[in-house]
Every structure is written in C-alpha cells, then in structure tokens.
C-alpha cells in the first residue's frame, strides 16, 4: 500500500506560497508571473521603462516599483494594484472606486 500523503505537506506549500507574494520578484519567469504577462510582454514592457535591474545573472523587479510604474503608464493617480491570489479583491475594487470618484470632483 501506499502512504497517504502528509497534511503538513500541503500547509507548508501554502506557506512557501504566501512567501513567494512577498519580497523582490527574481527572474523572468516570476516577473511575468506575477503580472499575469507572457514572458515576451515582460521583456517588451522592460524594454519600454518597466524598472527591473541584474543581480549577477538574474533580472529582478520590486513589486512596489512595477505597480507605480504600471500605475504611471496606466494614468492611474495611485499605483496599480496587482491581484494575486491572495489579494483582498473587494478592498481593492473599495480603493479604485474611491479613487474614482476623487478624480471625477
């Protein structure tokens, strides 16, 4: 027979997971990820001012600096907010509303 697999197992991916949404976004693949872009979308919209920098042979992004520069490309009056699976959907949909109506007085 075979084991059955630990429960343990499972929450610590969720942790690990939690813990890959925070922090700088290293290499192609997570920055692309992270935006929910192809990878070519990424290195284009790098190539266009998207703020990433080399740390030896990886390309890495802040999550901060790529939401106020989508947030500036995107003529929002605040930085775009990214939605990640563990995002608060209803806060944030709250705040773009609000910031709405800001801009519309």
């Known amino acids: ?5 630990s429960k343990k197992k499972s929450s610590k991916r969720k942790q690990s997971a939690a813990a890959a949404d925070v922090g700088p976004l290293k290499g192609w693949t997570a920055i692309a990820r992270y ?15 998207m703020p990433v920098h080399h740390e030896g042979r990886f390309t890495v992004a802040d999550r901060d600096a790529v939401s106020a ?4 490309e995107s003529h929002m009056p605040k930085p775009a907010h990214v939605m990640t699976k563990d995002a608060d959907m209803a806060a944030a949909l709250k705040e773009s509303i609000a910031a709405a109506r ?3 007085r």
């Open 1 to 5: 027979m075979k084991p059955k697999p």
């Open 35 to 49: 935006l929910g872009i192809p990878l070519a979308t990424a290195h284009r919209w790098a190539s266009e001012g």
């Open 69 to 72: 520069w989508l947030g500036r």
């Open 102 to 104: 800001k801009r519309k």
